[in-house]
């Protein structure tokens, strides 16, 4: 199937880390991202990562991979109040290209 | 210098009635791709188009008509709009494995 899994909600005060966590399906994907939607807006690219990879840090945020476990999560430290929005992972479906994305958490950053 | 762009942004109309939706991408890109999002943020797939050529068409109702003019350019035509196609609609363009999103059409039918 193509079930991307992610908690709905999470909260944190501002200055902790956040973790977003996903779950995904395919296992022949090749790479995984995270998006960032703010209320009313577009999707934005934060970040991403190539499967044959178990960690990569920009910044701010830090992504994990467990492939045994198809288990993706979204670190942010520090998290500001503009970080409040919701957070999509998504594999790629393979050859087409087309993105598989889960269901979205909405961080509420609380100051 | 808008790399995904969509018009119009907002869209109100009535049950029955055709309405189309366009995208331009300035970034050079071969594919570009339809969205729909409902309203539980849900985000899948609808069409995707290759240097003008179809290449993936999800299990839409055939009143969704894509066309692409050219490649910068991919316009989203629905017919006889139903209750359920209220949702908005994004636009996105990619280059190899990174998929850039225009900002949205928020369609509502009544």
């Known amino acids: 199937g193509e079930d991307v899994e992610q908690s709905l909600f999470l909260s944190v005060r501002e200055g902790d880390s956040s973790v977003i966590n996903c779950t995904y399906t395919?296992?022949?994907?090749?790479?995984l991202y995270w998006y960032k939607q703010e209320p009313g807006a577009g999707l934005q690219l934060l970040t991403y990562?190539?499967?044959?990879?178990d960690m990569k840090q920009d910044q701010r945020l830090t992504v994990l991979l467990n492939k045994k476990d198809k288990h993706l999560s979204l670190r942010i430290a520090d998290t500001q109040t503009g970080d409040s929005a919701i957070y999509f992972c998504a594999e790629d479906g393979g050859a087409t290209n087309k993105l598989i994305f889960g269901t979205g958490t909405l961080l509420a950053v609380q100051p | 210098d808008t790399a995904v762009s969509q018009t119009p942004k907002y869209l109100v109309t009535q049950m029955g009635n055709d309405k189309s939706i366009k995208c331009e991408q300035n970034l050079g890109h071969d594919t570009m791709y339809w969205y729909k999002q409902d309203s539980k943020k849900f985000l899948k797939i609808m069409f995707s188009?290759?240097?003008?050529?179809?290449?993936i068409n999800e299990t839409v109702p055939n009143r969704f008509s894509p066309k692409s003019p050219d490649k910068a350019h991919l316009n989203l035509h629905i017919n006889s709009l139903e209750l359920g196609d209220s949702a908005v609609y994004f636009c996105a363009s990619s280059s190899a494995w990174m998929q850039y999103f225009g900002p949205g059409t928020r369609l509502t039918v009544t």
């Open positions: 188009y290759n240097n003008k050529e179809l290449i």
């Open positions: 395919d296992s022949s994907s090749t790479y």
């Open positions: 990562i190539f499967s044959n990879m």
